[in-house]
């Protein structure tokens, strides 16, 4: 069993930054993708970025030119990092994986692995 952990979230005020991790210690495969959502209160699960083994990654209008996904130097490790952060950012964040590149990154029942989430505040 896949377990994704998803920590670096807190409380922070408007304008701040900080980078979110994702582990995934012991997955071996080649071939994967890392999604990041994010749930508000109220809301659905909101897809942000995605990046697979060969360094694809995507954003949506919201947060297009503030998130950044990357990987890290260690093996299994990505990152989103989040800058000039806006009270509409105060979610939980979750990573997953999907155990393939060849997926519409969007869509939720893409990734079977999830991890628990890491609670974003962001105040004014």
């Known amino acids: 069993e896949v377990q994704l952990q998803a920590s670096g979230g807190g409380m922070v005020r408007v304008g701040g930054s900080l980078r979110l991790s994702c582990a995934f210690p012991g997955f071996s495969d080649h071939e994967y993708t890392i999604g990041w959502f994010r749930q508000a209160p109220g809301k659905g699960r909101e897809p942000l970025a995605s990046?697979?083994?060969?360094?694809?990654?995507y954003y949506p209008d919201s947060v297009e030119g503030r998130f950044t996904i990357s990987k890290g130097d260690s093996k299994n490790m990505v990152y989103l990092d989040i800058r000039n952060l806006k009270p509409e950012d105060t979610a939980v964040y979750y990573c997953?994986?999907?155990?393939?590149?060849?997926?519409?990154?969007?869509?939720?029942?893409?990734?079977?692995?999830w991890g628990l989430g890491t609670q974003v505040t962001v105040s004014s």
């Open positions: 990046i697979a083994k060969v360094t694809q990654f």
């Open positions: 997953a994986l999907a155990t393939s590149r060849r997926i519409d990154w969007r869509l939720q029942q893409e990734y079977a692995h």
